[in-house]
Nanobody
Framework: QVQLVESGGGLVQPGGSLTLSCTASAIIFDDMPMAWFRQAPGKQRDLVATITNIGKTTYDNSVRGRFTISRDNAKKMVYLQMNSLKPEDTAVYYC??????????WGRGTQVTVSS
């Protein structure tokens, strides 16, 4: 069964922190680089961070130094620790394998809203 379930979003003030979690099915997760994406209202879905199955990471310039992606291969979970959040980080956040495109299976995402 194909599964992607994101959680951990919410409303946070600027400068605050959130940790997102994602549970993935084996067919998507095992031995695959995984990633977090985000889609702000009226905009396309953008890649935020990636992590290989051995833990090598990459980040978009807009989040480097503030966000940290990690994974637990035994639990088939991916995490995104977000610090120093800004209003422009407001979006729906999705996880998927790192080369996913719009035609692939996607979960419902989790809403992150940064506002005072």
């Amino acid at each position: 069964q194909v599964q992607l379930v994101e959680s951990g979003g919410g409303l946070v003030q600027p400068g605050g922190s959130l940790t997102l979690s994602c549970t993935a099915s084996a067919i998507i997760f095992d031995d695959m680089p995984m990633a977090w994406f985000r889609q702000a209202p009226g905009k396309q879905r953008d890649l935020v961070a990636t992590i290989t199955n051995i833990g090598k990471t990459t980040y978009d310039n807009s989040v480097r130094g503030r966000f940290t992606i990690s994974r637990d291969n035994a639990k088939k979970m991916v995490y995104l620790q977000m610090n120093s959040l800004k209003p422009e980080d407001t979006a729906v956040y999705y996880c998927n394998h790192a080369i996913a495109h719009s035609g692939d299976f996607w979960g419902r995402g989790t809403q992150v809203t940064v506002s005072s």
